[in-house]
């Protein structure tokens, strides 16, 4: 233990670091919800083999030999019913074709549903080859599977996102609110301490964490579902520090005046709400009506969700994401200046 | 320090009005260098508001305030460092440890004791790694009076600084608060604690309702009292008011419950009196005790009221 004198910032960013660490729900929030949500959301649309499609073939002298001829088809898995539980099976959509050739060939199905007429094509293909069909144009399929642009490689950016917006708003304005209510603002600027660095040493804070956070999810995203980080690294860091700066600057207005800790709870929310519905965390803003857009577009967790998906899945260059980083440096320049001119002290 | 200037804490006319109360109506005080001056009264008085509109803390409705001779305007960087405050209530960070506390608002400061030694002064060496919400209330007000001394300060401002201790731990505030005043250094202190004022104050205010109802050192306000001496008693039945005022001797009787509160010059001479008129009646005496006056005595017989409401 040293009985140094350190200079003001240092010593504030450290008390501040601290506390935080000596908050055990507070760590669950910032760094353990963020990875369940990932792994729950993950594991639930992640990516299967297609499903063959269940055919029903009617019993009949050659139904056997159907059945194995449409097994060939990777789409279909056939089994032989007897007329009746083949109708029912239909019906219950149990099955999505029945193939009947008790006189001539019937495929019997839904022709509204896509299942159904997948199914009646490749039951015609597989039982027309098996008859002898010669294809006048040989061709062969190529499976794509594209990187970057499964459900999951867009939802950790839209987590990553989400997770700076909170711990950003509630880590500057939670921790202000709560200051204030114990008095210990007063008490702080009962001393000669600068009020900037009071306010600086809570940012620096929150950027320390802001390290891990992003290490964390980035690290998890990419070991437990391959998500990588196409563009470069300095800029995905960059942008995570602009946009944490951005939410705090965000967080610290919303706390500037608050004196009660349910006050500025209701106020975070009513300013969270917003962004989570519409930024598109979990699903893509395209489905909002084009008015909507230019607003949508404006938020900070929009700008900053378009720009970490842009960087980590598109390999975009610094130069694309320009406006975003400009855009949510104005947000985070605005509210700290707005926060620190309103702010209560006592 | 500029030898010259004597006081360390001036204001004129001050006043600060909420919506539905006059806090301070019309204050002056003038307070030594190297005095400790205790301001007292009972809840609701405006002690809080008077201190931290001297603190800068609180803007005053109108009236000057000069702190070691420099306005808060235009001089508050200068005045935060020569000055240590205690608020009434502040809860430091409870996470925090004492260690970690007093090093923070060390860094604060260009100048003063280093921490450990300051932990050490305050007795809190053996609390020193312990978080702040772990300790108790004396250890508490004890860590609020390091903070107030990190930075050396010329002048301490403690309000209420032994409100709800146990007298071990109002002793040994007493004691930090001694020993700043040996190094020449200025206390301004409000409480409710009439022994408080006496034991540590040079001179002392006594303010009710924003207005300043007496000042002196605690002697002399004591002296101000016609009597110096109080009977409490009671009897059965209850002596009539009449009697007791009648006493050769008495200034006073307030009465309390089925007793009285007796205000005399004399113990020897009246007391005496007191059992014979009692035999007179036939009553029978309950109880009785006697005390010296107190500043507490002086503020019943100034406003008609108690100190403190019980
Ligand atoms: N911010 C405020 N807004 C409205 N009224 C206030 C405010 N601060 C104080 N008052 C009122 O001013 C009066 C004086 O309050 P103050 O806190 O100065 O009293 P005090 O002497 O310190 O009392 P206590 O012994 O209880 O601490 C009280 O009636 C109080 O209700
Ligand atoms: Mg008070």
Known sequence: ?346 | MWPAMTQAIACRDLKKYYADVKAVDGLDLFIDNGECFGLLGPNGAGKTTTIEILEGLTVPDSGDVEVLGLTWKGNERELRQRIGISLQETQLSDKLTVHETVHLFRSFYRSGPAPDDLIRDLSLDEKSNARVGKLSGGQKQRLAAACALVGDPDILFLDEPTTGLDPQSRLQLWEVVQRFRTKGGTVLLTTHYMEEAERLCDRVAIVDHGHLIALGTPQELIAKLEARNIIEFSSDPPLPEETLRNLPGCHGCTPHGNAYQLRVDSLAESVPQLLAAVEKTGAKLLTLSTHEATLEDLFVSLTGRELRDV
């Open chain 1, 1 to 346: 233990m040293s009985d140094k004198v350190r200079p003001a910032i240092v010593e504030l960013t450290s008390a501040r670091t601290k506390e935080f660490l000596r908050e055990t729900e507070a760590i669950f929030w910032v760094f353990g919800f963020p990875l369940l949500l990932a792994l729950a959301l993950g594991f639930a649309f992640r990516e299967k083999a297609p499903d063959r499609i269940p055919v029903g073939v009617i019993a009949g002298p050659t139904a056997s030999r159907e059945a194995a001829a449409l097994k060939r088809s990777p789409a279909l898995s056939p089994r032989v019913l007897n007329p009746d539980e083949a109708h029912d099976a239909l019906r219950h959509g149990k099955v999505s074709l029945v193939v009947d050739s008790s006189h001539s060939l019937i495929y019997r199905y839904d022709p509204t549903s896509p299942d159904g007429r997948t199914a009646r094509r490749e039951a015609d293909d597989a039982l027309q080859s098996a008859a002898g069909r010669r294809d006048v144009m040989p061709a062969r399929d190529e499976y794509v599977h594209e990187q970057g642009a499964r459900y999951i490689d867009f939802l950790i950016p839209g987590l990553l996102g989400m997770n700076l917006m909170g711990t950003g708003m509630w880590g500057m304005g939670f921790t202000i609110a709560n200051a204030r209510m114990k008095k210990l603002l007063k008490r702080l600027i009962a001393t000669p301490m600068r009020k900037s660095q009071y306010v600086m040493s809570q940012f620096l804070s929150r950027l320390m964490f802001l390290v891990v956070e992003v290490t964390v999810l980035v690290a998890f995203g990419w070991l437990v579902f391959g998500v990588r980080v196409n563009g470069s690294i300095a800029v995905l860091a960059l942008l995570c520090i602009i946009g944490g700066y951005a939410f705090s600057g965000l967080g610290f207005l919303t706390a500037s005046r608050a004196r009660t800790l349910e006050g500025v709870s209701g106020l975070m929310n009513l300013i969270m709400m917003p962004m989570w519905l519409c930024s598109g965390v979990f699903f893509s803003y395209e489905r909002f009506p084009d008015a909507a857009k230019p607003f949508i577009r404006a938020l900070p967790l929009t700008m900053l969700n378009d720009a970490l998906r842009a960087v980590m899945n598109d390999a975009a260059p610094l130069t694309k994401v320009m406006p975003h980083l400009a855009l949510l440096a104005v947000w985070g320049i605005v509210t700290f200046a707005i926060g620190l001119k309103i702010f209560r002290w006592q």
